[in-house]
């Protein structure tokens, strides 16, 4: 199949609009650039965990609680971004999520107590989950014209993003207040916000893909059928499983480093850099891999190298064990979550990126409140041995795909 060079998008303008073509190239960097953008973000937030945990003076459980609110605020509107995608279009639904991320992101760092803490979380994650759900329907629509599975490039960006936001919060956390980096942050959001919006607004997204045509049936113009949904949810469990280790990492590796393992703030910012930082190296192999291993193979592999890296990052008894395991958590974790997302959206379009997001990055904002009350019971080392267990059952669960895909 010859690759896609031109994806003709409508225009606003008289009754139907005009049409003119949206160079693919052009497309595909503006969706790199709101992935980027999201995981700067959101790395940018969590190394200020710490400081604002102290800010509020919460304990680790009361810490989990507030966190609750990120995971409540995503879930609930990622139930509802796949109506607003197929309404509005994906395209414009990635830029008001990307400003609203942009603009909620200065607000934990108003806050004094635990209670409003969790409020203002809400709203960062119900941004958080929209913008999330919008661009990776934009990106499944993108990976359909183009016939080729780049999916794991979008989210590599988002794990460099990740890993220049993590870079920056920790130089920032020696010499900037909570309040001033935050802020900075939403201005570099929306700059970027602003800057890329235009390319998207241009139109809506490309065509379905057959497989999300034939995912309808004249009964359900609009929804799953029964055998897509049942696929759809499959993928979901093995996104939430590996999205559980990622969502453990991110807010609480940083403490995990400093508390247990005595960690400066800088070196323990650090620890999610590294871990962005292999998980992006590992994504931007991955449509190489996927065109050559298939999918099994590669949710497998992925699913056992991040236990036996997460297992050796939790129990490590020094900072460069436990950064080691990071690295080869990040690694294994790579490729399985866009895998997921990407094929749940090929079968059902907007629909099926909804599901398998709410249940995807359900694992990973609902996984931090989890290990809170957990290392409050036992351990944080013991609570992160927990993504060991969901990184095995993720491997697991891909090798039972393979007769659902044949992959």
Known sequence: MPHVNKLRTALPGGPGGDTAPLPSARLRTALTVFFALDGFLFAGWVVRIPAIKQQTGATASTLGLALLGVSAGAVITMTLTGRLCRRYGSHAVTVVCAVLLSLSIALPAQMGSVLTLGLVLLLFGAAYGGLNVAMNSAAVDLVAALRRPVMPSFHAAFSFGGMAGAG??????????????????????????????????????????????????????????????RIV????????????????????????????LGADPGLAAAGYSLFALTMGIGRLTGTALLERFGQTRTLVTGGVTAAAGMLLGALAPAVWLALLGFAVTGLGLANIFPVAVGRAGALAGPSGVAAASTLGYGGMLLGPPVIGFLADWSSLPVALTTVTLLAATAAALGWTARNATNT
Not at 178 to 184: C, D, Q, R, T
Not at 209 to 227: C, D, I, L, N, Y
Not at 237 to 251: D, M, N
């Open 233 to 260: 949810i499959l993928f979901g469990v093995i996104a939430l499983c590996t999205a559980y280790g990622e969502g453990a990492l991110a807010e609480w590796g940083a403490l995990h480093l400093s508390q247990d």
């Open 168 to 229: 920056l919060g920790g130089l920032a956390a020696g010499s900037l207040s909570p309040m001033v980096h935050l802020f900075a942050l939403t201005g570099i959001g929306l700059l970027v916000a602003a800057a890329t919006a235009p390319v998207l607004l241009r139109g809506p997204a490309a065509a379905p893909s057959v497989e999300q045509r034939a995912g309808a049936t004249p009964e359900q113009p609009s929804g799953m059928s029964v055998r897509a949904r």
